[in-house]
């Protein structure tokens, strides 16, 4: 249930309108873009509505949350230390996992096979010299790394010691339950092709990388200064992780409007529309195939503890929006898009979805914000 609104809303921004801070500061319209083509709504066809529900501040319509919900203190939140103090090994971590996105891979031919090694290889099994359905690469090739990849009996250890280009036999046994009546306990032999063990290089982690293909994105210059930008990027996800915890077990809701209800549905339902559209199918055979529903009813229905959730916590955060004189201005709406699509010019976001739709989902972060200025950060 955390941080789903804003999850959607970026979400549908990234599916709609094809921009997300990765790329914004990358991709321009060409010259044959048309004024029409950039200003056409890709949601008309879907006949979507985000807007029904919700008045011009982004507040539910005709709701006063505050006449329902009852707060704990929110006002100065003692955050422990476990969730606001980062460790080197921590940082270094999501650190490793960025840089390995820029990893490279050499083809390896000259020294034999280790314990531990990837490798590209290709393979035919038989049973009593027959081949046996689906035991083979058909020369396409597959990577396997050995001590890693899970294959019956010592199939990959076996591969240990030889070299690339080489071809060889190895015999191994099928489990008795391994689930092919054909297979089960089986004794099979594999002719096995080794065709290069894979180098993954990882890029040295200096200033210079950092200037050459994070600066841009990150605005980081040195491995220091990304260092800093992690730490304190992962402090605001920890501090801001805790206090929506924290309002969640501080809060009653003694009801929440029919109306609610029916926006955090209707909500959901775009979600999975445009998904299927993403994926060129329609919801009904989008949601059979990767969500396990033959409908969005079907859906809704099964989703009603979860979407009761998101309706409650929605209404806590209005009540304290209502409570604190909280508003979503402009200058917190271009901080938003700013810092989520690397602009503050939110006018295609604003043709697409409505501003109401707009505020309704940063009013999240616009509240966690502000219980964060006055958080205290425990030792």
Do not use: W
Not at 76 to 102: C, L, Q, R, W
């Amino acid at each position: 249930m955390k941080k789903l609104l804003i999850f959607m809303l970026v979400a549908s921004m990234i599916f709609a309108v094809g921009c997300s801070k990765d790329n914004a500061n990358n991709e321009k319209a060409t010259e044959n873009d048309t004024q029409e083509e950039q200003t056409t709504n890709p949601l008309d066809d879907l006949g979507l509505d985000y807007t029904t529900g919700l008045n011009e501040e982004g507040f539910f319509e005709n709701v006063q949350a505050s006449d329902v919900v009852t707060l704990g203190d929110y006002v100065g939140i003692s955050v422990p230390s476990s969730y606001h103090t980062i460790s080197d090994e921590v940082v270094m971590g999501n650190i490793e996992k960025m840089i390995a996105s820029f990893s490279t891979t050499n083809e390896i031919m000259d020294r034999a096979v280790v314990d531990g090694d990837t490798l590209n290889i290709d393979y035919v099994g038989s049973i009593d010299g027959v081949p046996f359905d689906g035991g083979s690469t058909n020369g396409g090739g597959t990577e396997v790394t050995i001590g890693v990849t899970s294959y019956i009996d010592d199939f990959l250890e076996q591969l240990i010691g030889h070299t690339p280009g080489e071809s060889f036999d190895i015999n191994v046994t099928f489990p008795v339950d391994y689930g092919v009546d054909t297979l089960n306990g089986k004794e099979a032999t594999f002719a096995i092709t080794i065709n290069h063990i894979v180098e993954t290089i990882v890029p040295e982690l200096t200033d210079a990388f950092v200037k050459e293909n994070l600066s841009e994105m990150y605005e980081v210059n040195t491995v220091e200064a990304l260092k800093t930008l992690i730490r304190n990027d992962l402090q605001e996800n920890g501090i801001k992780s805790f206090i929506q915890d924290y309002l969640i077990n501080n809060t009653t809701v003694a009801s929440v409007p029919e109306s609610v209800m029916t926006y955090q549905e209707n909500i959901m339902k775009n979600y999975y529309e445009m998904s299927a559209t993403s994926y060129g199918m329609d919801v009904e055979t989008f949601l059979a195939s990767y969500v396990g529903y033959d409908s969005l009813e079907a859906l809704i229905e099964a989703s009603s503890d979860q979407l009761l959730q998101q309706a409650e916590f929605a209404m806590t955060i209005q009540a304290i929006a209502e409570q604190s004189g909280l508003v979503v201005s402009d200058e917190i709406m271009k901080a938003y898009f700013l810092k989520y699509t690397g602009s503050e010019d939110f006018a295609q976001f604003e043709s697409i979805y409505g501003l109401p739709y707009l505020k309704n989902s940063i009013l999240q972060e616009a509240v966690l914000d502000y219980l964060v200025e006055s958080a205290v950060m425990a030792e």
